[in-house]
Nanobody, 128 residues
Framework: QVQLVESGGGLVQPGGSLRLSCAASGSTWNSYTMGWFRQAPGKEREFVAAIAIAWRGGSAYYADSVKGRFTVSRDNGKNTVYLQMNSLKPEDTAVYYC???????????????????WGQGTQVTVSS
């Protein structure tokens, strides 16, 4: 069992930055692929980023819409996954969710149905 709690959301102007945190608990959380998803009003939840576990290389994966602007990382010592978001745009406005899955092949890291555990979400609003 893994429990996830997101924090760090808020209101930011276009072009600004935010760093989201996902605090994880559970005896084997660092054996999970960790993902970030988001859901904007009236839209389906979508993949944002994911990071593999260390022994699979700790590779990071990104949706095309955030590539070059967002960075996902994990600190196993602090049981925390981060999503650094730079150059934010109004279309990044959404509730952001952290999720955990058993180690996933590269080809399915964006598949929402592969993730077993979810946080409650944190609101990010990009507006002037």
């Amino acid at each position: 069992q893994v429990q996830l709690v997101e924090s760090g959301g808020g209101l930011v102007q276009p072009g600004g930055s935010l760093r989201l945190s996902c605090a994880a608990s559970g005896s084997t959380w660092n054996s999970y692929t960790m993902g970030w998803f988001r859901q904007a009003p009236g839209k389906e939840r979508e993949f944002v980023a994911a990071i593999a576990i260390a022994w699979r290389g700790g590779s990071a994966y990104y949706a095309d819409s955030v590539k070059g602007r967002f960075t996902v990382s994990r600190d196993n010592g602090k049981n925390t996954v981060y999503l650094q978001m730079n150059s934010l745009k109004p279309e990044d406005t959404a509730v952001y969710y952290c999720a955990a899955a058993p180690p996933l092949p590269d080809t399915v890291v964006a598949a929402m149905n592969k993730y077993n555990y979810w946080g409650q979400g944190t609101q990010v609003t990009v507006s002037s």
